[in-house]
C-alpha cells in the first residue's frame, strides 16, 4: 500500500484529500498545529517517520487581502514551505504534489489560461504563490504542480458559507459581476489530485477546476437559487450585480482566471462536472452534515 503525507489536512481541500483516499493508499494528515512546512527539520522528520510515497502540499496562506499587509507570512507559508518541502522530498526520491492557484495571472488575457502562459501575478498573494511554484520546480526531481481557483467545501470559512449567511440575514446585497472564474468544489479538486497522483507520468503544470464559468454574482445567485430549493435557505436577499470598482478591496484581483484544464483531462480521461452540479453536491453535502 502506498502512502501520502497530506499537509494543510486541516484545510478545506486537505480534508477531502482524508476523505477521498483511494484505497490502495493510506493518507497521513498533517495540520498546521502538527507540522510547520517551512522548518526543514519538522519536515525532515515527518518524512522518514512516514516514509511516504507521496507529499501532497495542500497547506497555503489564502487569505488574498490580509496578504497585502502580512507579504512575509504570506511568502514563509505560500513559497518557503513549499520550496522546504520539495528540497526534502527530492532528497528522500519522494513525489511531490503541490497545489497553487490562478491568481497566479493577471486576467487581462480574456480566454482560458494554459499551464505554458507566462504568469503576472497582481498581489502579494499572487506573488508568493508563484514564487513557491517556482522553488518548487528549482528543486528538481518529478514535481507536480496543480493550480485551481474558487475553492470551496462545507468545511471552513469561504464564499459558499458566506453567502449562505448573508442571503439569509440580508434584504439586499451586492456582489461583483465583472470578475469572471470558476467555483471549485474542494472534493472534485481532491480527486483530481489522487489521479494525477496515481498517473506514474504526471509531472510539470497542470490546471483544475470545475467546468464552465461565470462571475461572483453569478456564483451567489445559484447558491441562493439552489439553497433555497434544497430548503437550506426560508427566504433570501435581493441580488444586486455591481462592478469591482464598487467594491474596493485591499488586494487586486484578476478580472478573468478560468483556467484551461485540456491537459489534465486527457491525463486522467475525463472532463470533470459543471459547477453547478457540483455546487449542488457540495450543498446537499452539508445539508446532510448538519442534520446528523
Known amino acids: 500500500m502506498s502512502k501520502a503525507l497530506v499537509c494543510g489536512a486541516g484545510g478545506q481541500l486537505g480534508q477531502e484529500l482524508v476523505l477521498t483516499c483511494p484505497e490502495q493508499c493510506q493518507a497521513i494528515p498533517m495540520t498546521r498545529s502538527m507540522l ?23 497547506a497555503a496562506f489564502t487569505a488574498v487581502d490580509a496578504a497585502e499587509s502580512e507579504p512575509e507570512l504570506a511568502h514563509y507559508v505560500n513559497a518557503k514551505g513549499p520550496e522546504v518541502l520539495a528540497l526534502q522530498c ?80 440580508r434584504e439586499q446585497l451586492s456582489v461583483v459581476e465583472d470578475q469572471i472564474g470558476t467555483p471549485t468544489w474542494a472534493r472534485g479538486l481532491a480527486l483530481a ?18 467546468a464552465g464559468a461565470c462571475s461572483w454574482y453569478d456564483f451567489a445567485a445559484a447558491i441562493r437559487d439552489i439553497a433555497l430549493e434544497l430548503g437550506l435557505l426560508r427566504q433570501a436577499a435581493t441580488l444586486l450585480p455591481i462592478p469591482a470598482s464598487q467594491y474596493p478591496t485591499p488586494a487586486q484581483r484578476p478580472a478573468y482566471s478560468v483556467l484551461d484544464k485540456t491537459l489534465t483531462r486527457n491525463l486522467l480521461g475525463h472532463s470533470g462536472h459543471h459547477w453547478t452540479s457540483q455546487l449542488r453536491a457540495m450543498l446537499i453535502d452539508l445539508q446532510q452534515k448538519e442534520k446528523q
Open 193 to 210: 489530485c489522487w489521479g494525477l497522483a496515481d498517473h506514474g507520468d504526471a509531472s510539470g503544470i497542470y490546471h483544475w477546476s470545475d
Open 36 to 58: 510547520d512546512i517551512a522548518d526543514p527539520t519538522q519536515v525532515a522528520k515527518a518524512l522518514d517517520d512516514a516514509e511516504p510515497t507521496w507529499v501532497i502540499n495542500a
Open 90 to 169: 527530492r532528497e528522500r526520491n519522494i513525489r511531490f504534489l503541490h497545489v497553487s492557484t490562478d491568481f497566479v495571472f493577471d486576467g487581462t488575457q480574456g480566454h482560458p489560461y494554459a499551464p505554458y502562459t507566462e504568469p503576472n501575478p497582481l498581489g502579494v498573494y499572487g506573488r508568493s504563490k508563484l514564487d513557491g511554484e517556482s522553488a518548487v520546480v528549482a528543486a528538481g526531481g518529478s514535481p507536480v504542480i496543480l493550480r485551481t481557483g474558487w475553492v470551496y467545501s462545507r468545511h471552513g470559512g469561504n464564499f459558499v458559507k458566506t453567502m449562505l449567511r448573508l442571503i439569509a440575514e
